[in-house]
């Protein structure tokens, strides 16, 4: 089972992966840069060699790379969709050295300009990052719908990927409790769900998970997370996320409101109800 954590990597990646092992994990997820946006501190490759290596002793499963929440590839103003479209690229660049990540962010916000608008920004701005020596996989995560989020919908994420003109490695990162919120009955019809997403998107295209359970009852728009098997959509209907054979071979990521210690407990309990 490839499952983690959200971890800090003020310490540095190996540390961080040094970090997870101790949790029981083999994946974890990062920030690029500060959250909020700024200046990304540089990448030491001593300390990604030693990650490396760790990774390969230890079969890591692929790591996420998230993006700053601050990145509006659709704002309603063109020097933040232009900051954005910059952060993108270097993110990118800057992911491309780090062994098996995948880079996830949230497609953005319209700020009332109509979804139609958002998605062609954020096409405009992929093409512009993207080319055919790409060798990141990125994936655009679906979001819970509140406010004016772009990605609520599988049409939606769909409509940014067929847009963008080297899309091969380009992909989703579902969080469960975003799908949840946003009106994908995961609890009683998780079959139902998944093939939806492959009719309009195609399985192939799905990367990642983040597991998260939900504060908010089902198709809220709202994007609250809670510890697993704490929130609405409850223990079981995780367990059977990670087990489901569309999905098992997939990192999952953990992204609740814990400490280290609770993410270590929400780990164990996971993997003593994984079927290999």
């Avoid at 200046?39 to 993006?67: P, R, T, V």
């Avoid at 020596?133 to 067929?162: A, P, Q």
Wanted: proline share 2%.
């Amino acid at each position: 089972m490839n499952i983690g954590c959200h971890l800090s990597i003020a310490n540095g990646f190996y540390k961080a992966g040094l970090q997870i092992l101790e949790l029981g994990g083999n994946t974890f997820q990062f920030f690029t840069r500060n959250p909020r946006g700024g200046k990304a501190k540089a990448i030491d490759e001593k300390d990604i060699k030693k990650l490396i290596e760790l990774m390969n002793e230890y079969s890591f499963g692929k790591l996420f790379a998230h993006g700053s929440y601050t990145m509006n590839l659709c704002s309603n103003k063109e020097e933040i969709r232009t900051y954005a479209r910059d952060l993108l690229i270097d993110d990118i660049k800057r992911v491309s050295v780090i062994p098996k990540a995948l880079y996830v962010f949230h497609p953005g916000s319209h700020v009332k300009q109509g979804a139609d608008v958002g998605i062609t920004y954020i096409i405009d701005a992929l093409n512009e990052a993207i080319d055919h020596d790409n060798t990141v996989e990125i994936c655009l995560e679906g979001m819970s719908g509140k406010g004016t989020e772009i990605g609520r919908t599988f049409e939606e994420l769909s409509r940014i990927i067929e847009g963008v003109t080297h899309n091969e490695r380009l992909g989703v990162c579902i969080d469960t409790c975003h799908l949840y919120s946003a009106g994908y009955d995961i609890v009683n019809d998780l079959d139902g769900v998944l093939n939806e997403f492959d009719r309009i998107i195609g399985l192939g295209r799905l990367k990642a998970v983040h597991l998260n359970d939900s504060k908010m009852p089902f198709a809220s728009n709202k994007d609250r997370h809670e510890k697993i098997g704490e929130g609405t959509l409850g223990l079981e209907a995780l367990i059977n996320i990670v087990n489901h054979p569309k999905l098992k071979h997939l990192s999952f990521n953990l992204e609740t409101p814990n400490e280290l210690e609770g993410y270590k407990k929400e780990i164990l309990l996971l993997k003593q109800n994984y079927i290999g």
